[in-house]
């Protein structure tokens, strides 16, 4: 069989010069005449974007970045060999057209396995990950143009999925429109108010809750986690579940971020010495290095706080080896690094072990999932983690505590501090103070 030049045209209309699958045109043109006069009862469409890649073309290059591109596109074409095409519609984003809505699922589970496997190029260990939308002909989608818009939609609620995959549902299409709206309004607050923000001034849409952290075996408060709120420009409150996604998708955690900084080191600066407050740290503000270090460095010493009381919490599933450099370089800092949500990503021993971290975090659904018989999943799951942590002389912090029974089972698994309902919700800056007097309060009358 004849080779197709890459670039030219082939029975398939034209190709995307670097992947040699269909060009978004191509396809477009393809998807619209398959919808005519009306979409096949069969037909299904997945749009496929990569994770965070943007991060290994600045970390790698771009030579190698294409590379990358060209093995993955190679990896997609593979996993849906009876699909009538599939396409590079964006930088780094692909298209799958199918013929068969019920094959779906099968697709859909083996590209993920597929582009999660490890890429080896010129030295390099490239690990990736991928959203995935799809959409099928069900009411409300008359041609292909609908079906893109729809696959689309999933695609955007894909990067809230758990496993990063989403199939549309018509209710979708207004949480697209929220989304829109909060996305307008945190571009305006951070355009309006950069300066101020950076240099960590009060400001009318972002403030910090605190809350407290203690240690399981003393009962001794020793810290803070600071979480951020949004308040939109109408005054109406928006949850960091619903947020947090949209400042990091465009580009804007990394000067919320400093503002988190600069605002927690000011509190700091009101709390007992013996205290700590943790902040979270987003892989958009990791991709800028050098900015995240001189921001750090300057609000410790705008508000002199020392180094080791202001701790920084980085997402397990987001830890990965274009991550590595700025990682150390937040330790040499002097700053403790925690691993937030540890038990739910991808846990890689290795870069555990090799790497500066201080401590693990474990998220709250193990919590709610213990039974204290040590034979449920999450019992065994917290055991092993605890196991890890010992090992490597590492404390651990498990959230979402709300029951004394919750607390004795982490005691009892050897947990080192708790954080969760049981001991506060969280607070304001001004509460958070009151919480302070009232534990050394506490810790006066037992002493006496």
């Not at 092993?384 to 959230?399: C, D, G, R, Y």
Request: glycine content about 6%; proline content about 4%.
């Amino acid at each position: 069989m004849e080779e197709v030049a890459e670039g030219r045209s082939s029975d398939r209309g034209e190709l995307d010069a670097l992947t040699n699958l269909s060009d978004r045109q191509s396809f477009l043109s393809r998807l619209i005449a398959l919808c005519v006069p009306e979409p096949p009862a069969g037909a299904a469409l997945l749009r496929i974007d990569l994770v965070r890649f943007s991060r290994i073309n600045m970390a790698l290059g771009p030579r190698i970045a294409d590379r990358v591109l060209k093995q993955v596109a190679e990896r997609i074409r593979k996993s849906a060999p009876d699909a009538i095409d599939v396409a590079r519609v964006s930088g780094d984003g692909f298209a799958v057209l199918l013929d068969d809505s019920q094959s779906f699922k099968a697709t859909v589970d083996h590209i993920v396995d597929i582009v999660r496997r490890p890429i080896l190029i010129s030295g390099s260990v490239v690990e990736l990950d991928a959203y995935i939308g799809g959409s099928s002909v069900v009411d409300g989608i008359s041609d292909g143009y609908d079906l893109l818009q729809a696959a689309e939609i999933a695609l955007a609620h894909a990067a809230k999925a758990p496993d990063r995959a989403a199939f549309y549902a018509p209710g979708m299409k207004a949480d697209i429109a929220r989304t829109y709206i909060i996305e307008r309004d945190l571009r305006t607050t951070v355009s309006r108010q950069q300066r101020a923000l950076l240099a960590g001034e009060p400001n009318p849409n972002f403030s910090l809750s605190f809350q407290p952290k203690v240690d399981l075996r003393s009962g001794q408060l020793t810290g803070f986690e600071a979480l951020l709120r949004f308040t939109m420009i109408d005054g109406t409150p928006i949850p960091p579940d619903d947020f947090i996604p949209v400042a990091e998708q465009c580009g804007l955690m990394h000067v919320i971020g400093m503002w988190v900084i600069q605002s927690a080191c000011a509190a700091l600066a009101l709390l007992p010495e013996s205290l700590s407050v943790a902040v979270n740290i987003a892989p958009n503000q990791l991709s800028r290095q050098t900015f995240l270090l001189t921001n750090i460095r300057d609000a410790l010493s705008r508000h002199g706080i020392s180094r080791r009381r202001l701790e920084l919490e980085l997402t397990e599933s987001e830890l990965d080896i274009e991550t590595e450099e700025a990682v150390r370089d937040l330790a040499l800092l002097g700053l403790d690094l925690w691993i937030d949500d540890f038990g739910t990503g991808h846990s890689s021993l290795s870069r555990l072990c090799s790497m500066p971290f201080t401590g693990l975090k474990i998220d709250k659904s193990i919590t709610r999932a213990l039974t204290g018989t040590g034979l449920g999943m999450a019992d065994r799951l917290l055991e092993s983690i605890i196991s890890v942590a010992t090992a490597l002389k590492m404390p651990t912090v498990i959230e979402g505590i709300e029951y004394t029974a919750q607390e004795a089972i982490c005691l009892e698994a050897g947990c080192t501090y708790g954080q969760g309902y049981l001991y506060g919700m969280p607070l304001s800056l001004d509460d958070a103070l009151a919480l302070i007097a009232k534990f050394h309060s506490r810790r006066t009358q037992i002493n006496a």
